[in-house]
């Protein structure tokens, strides 16, 4: 089956630490995406990348790192500089990056801060 | 700035009562508009894509309309199982993603 996958499920992190979320897909997609959903809230987009070893900066940017080293990957790092990372993280990956080509969703990280 | 605007942020329906969902935006040069299913601590569904004031597309109880100004998605006798959160999105001239905040369907049997 064709998809997206992202592990893990729930990650729970301690203050200081950096963790990496996973994100992989088997649909043949250039372009890969990272948002960030908080409650009361439209999902908002951390980073995107069109190409392997390409990726700009989305909205929310400060305190996150990503890379694309292959076409079925794009692990997102949040790092100890992000000051409120507790948030659901949700990956996706569309056929290019035209306006009009629909992303779709993996089925999500819930990363927690303790 | 591209905006979306999604009301109500919650609708109680009991099963069978038609309604429409509403989801107005503001974007410089609509190149979609989609709608999505998203279920509690799961990832977005798709639902659809909508490209041109005018155009209409169904799948099953769902039917989605688009203006110049809004969309509506529209559930023709719900069932329980259709309570999710919808939610809207629009893509313009700078190809990123605009999210509404989602609309709460709650469908009592």
């Known amino acids: 089956d064709g998809g997206i996958t992202q592990s893990p499920k729930y990650l729970f992190r301690k203050e200081g630490q950096n963790v990496t979320l996973s994100c992989e897909q088997n649909?043949?997609?250039?372009?890969m995406y990272w948002y960030r959903q908080d409650p009361g809230q439209g999902l908002r987009l951390i980073y995107y990348?069109?190409?392997?070893?390409?990726?700009q900066k989305g909205d929310i940017a400060e305190g996150y790192s990503v890379s694309r080293e292959k076409k079925e990957s794009f692990p997102l790092t949040v790092t100890s500089a992000q000051k409120n990372p507790t948030a659901f993280y949700l990956c996706?990956?569309?056929?290019?990056?035209?306006?009009?080509?629909?992303?779709?969703f993996g089925p999500g990280t819930r990363l927690t801060v303790l | 700035e591209d905006q979306v605007t999604q009301s109500p942020e919650a609708l109680r329906l009991q099963e069978g009562e038609s309604s429409s969902l509403n989801c107005s935006y503001t974007?410089?040069?609509?190149?979609?508009l989609f709608w999505y299913r998203q279920d509690p601590g799961k990832g977005p569904e798709f639902l659809f894509t909508?490209?041109?004031a005018g155009e209409e597309k169904e799948k099953e109880r769902l039917k989605a309309t688009l203006t110049k100004k809004e969309s509506f998605l529209h559930i023709t006798a719900p069932k329980p199982e259709d309570s999710a959160t919808y939610l809207c999105?629009?893509?313009?001239?700078?190809?990123?993603?605009?999210f509404g905040k989602g609309i709460t369907l709650s469908v009592r049997p």
């Open positions: 996706a990956s569309s056929i290019g990056r035209q306006g009009g080509d629909t992303q779709y």
């Open positions: 649909l043949n997609h250039d372009a």
């Open positions: 990348s069109q190409i392997v070893n390409d990726f």
């Open positions: 974007v410089s040069g609509l190149r979609g």
């Open positions: 909508l490209y041109s």
């Open positions: 999105a629009v893509s313009g001239a700078n190809s990123k993603l605009t």
